[in-house]
């Protein structure tokens, strides 16, 4: 079968869930101009229909069948465990608009979205990660082979108003993109949560250790994405021979930080395909 197309004049879209992550989206999309007579959104609760009309002053529906109806682009933004009911009471709508659809549900593949739809559906995985909140995400995107170059290129702008995109062409390597970055940000936390609760029992006061931590990361992300340099070498140019730097750096290591890291990754990463197959 060919890929399905994505018609020019089909610019509606329509998101299913209207959480903080569907929010984030609307919000990055509305920020370049998009119009919001253009995004549609379905969610069961009358009070986050109402707060998304209200902020965005976008359409509110309360049946994703409504939401769906005359849009392009469908974004599939509900809880993983609801997605089958949902997908499958659209099919048939899916069936005769042939649209292209986006899931941000982690753990599960295109091919069960795909055939959920009823099949013959151009279907992009995505996993975006929290800071898409503040515009500041990165998603990983993978698209099944019903997705032509246009949708590719749809799809692709409507992650990036939350922050640069990665496409991923073996969708084997999703697992690995949800334990990278989908999950990451939660190591991030749990580092600064250690680094406060370290600095306490330093004698700081609790006020100043939070601000001491939460600059420290902020500045240290920010060196990563505003230089050229790869993170090892950033490293070596704060940690002077002897100094107290090493002092710490030697101590993760002789804990066995990277291997550490690297097990709490691949467990993700399984999880993540266990997660599939669950639902599959």
């Given at each position: 079968?060919?890929?399905?197309?994505?018609?020019?004049?089909?610019?509606?879209?329509?998101?299913?869930?209207?959480?903080?992550?569907?929010?984030?989206?609307?919000?990055?999309?509305?920020?370049?101009?998009?119009?919001?007579?253009?995004?549609?959104?379905?969610?069961?609760?009358?009070?986050?229909?109402?707060?998304?009309?209200?902020?965005?002053?976008?359409?509110?529906?309360?049946?994703?069948?409504?939401?769906?109806?005359?849009?392009?682009?469908?974004?599939?933004?509900?809880?993983?465990?609801?997605?089958?009911?949902?997908?499958?009471?659209?099919?048939?709508?899916?069936?005769?608009?042939?649209?292209?659809?986006?899931?941000?549900?982690?753990?599960?593949?295109?091919?069960?979205?795909?055939?959920?739809?009823?099949?013959?559906?151009?279907?992009?995985?995505?996993?975006?990660?929290t800071?898409?909140?503040?515009?500041?995400?990165?998603?990983?995107?993978?698209?099944?082979?019903?997705?032509?170059?246009?949708?590719?290129?749809?799809?692709?702008?409507?992650?990036?108003?939350?922050?640069?995109?990665?496409w991923?062409?073996?969708?084997?390597?999703?697992?690995?993109?949800?334990?990278?970055?989908?999950?990451?940000?939660?190591?991030?936390?749990?580092?600064?949560?250690?680094?406060?609760?370290?600095?306490?029992?330093?004698?700081?006061?609790?006020?100043?250790?939070?601000?001491?931590?939460?600059?420290?990361?902020?500045?240290?992300?920010?060196?990563?994405?505003?230089?050229?340099?790869?993170?090892?070498?950033?490293?070596q140019?704060?940690?002077?021979?002897?100094?107290?730097?090493?002092?710490?750096?030697?101590?993760?290591?002789?804990?066995?930080?990277?291997?550490?890291?690297?097990?709490?990754?691949?467990?993700?990463?399984?999880?993540?395909?266990?997660?599939?197959?669950?639902?599959?």
């Open positions: 079968m060919p890929p399905a197309s994505v018609s020019d004049t089909d610019t509606a879209t329509a998101f299913v869930g209207g959480g903080n992550m569907a929010r984030s989206l609307i919000g990055g999309l509305l920020a370049r101009d998009a119009d919001p007579r253009t995004i549609r959104v379905a969610d069961p609760n009358a009070g986050t229909r109402e707060a998304l009309a209200r902020d965005f002053g976008i359409l509110t529906f309360e049946t994703a069948a409504e939401a769906v109806a005359g849009a392009g682009t469908w974004v599939l933004a509900t809880k993983p465990q609801v997605l089958r009911e949902v997908c499958e009471a659209l099919a048939p709508l899916a069936a005769e608009a042939r649209p292209l659809v986006l899931s941000i549900a982690a753990g599960i593949t295109a091919a069960q979205l795909e055939r959920w739809l009823g099949g013959g559906v151009a279907v992009v995985r995505t996993m975006p990660n800071p898409a909140l503040l515009g500041a995400g990165v998603t990983g995107l993978f698209a099944n082979a019903q997705v032509d170059p246009t949708g590719r290129q749809r799809a692709d702008a409507l992650l990036r108003s939350a922050g640069p995109t990665v991923i062409e073996d969708e084997a390597r999703m697992d690995a993109v949800t334990a990278v970055s989908g999950s990451g940000p939660a190591y991030v936390f749990l580092l600064a949560e250690a680094m406060e609760a370290a600095a306490v029992a330093q004698g700081l006061p609790p006020a100043d250790a939070r601000t001491l931590v939460l600059q420290t990361v902020l500045g240290a992300a920010r060196m990563l994405t505003e230089s050229d340099e790869a993170p090892a070498a950033l490293r140019r704060v940690t002077s021979p002897g100094g107290t730097t090493q002092a710490a750096i030697e101590a993760f290591e002789a804990g066995g930080l990277r291997a550490l890291v690297a097990e709490a990754i691949a467990s993700a990463a399984r999880r993540g395909a266990e997660l599939s197959a669950a639902n599959d």
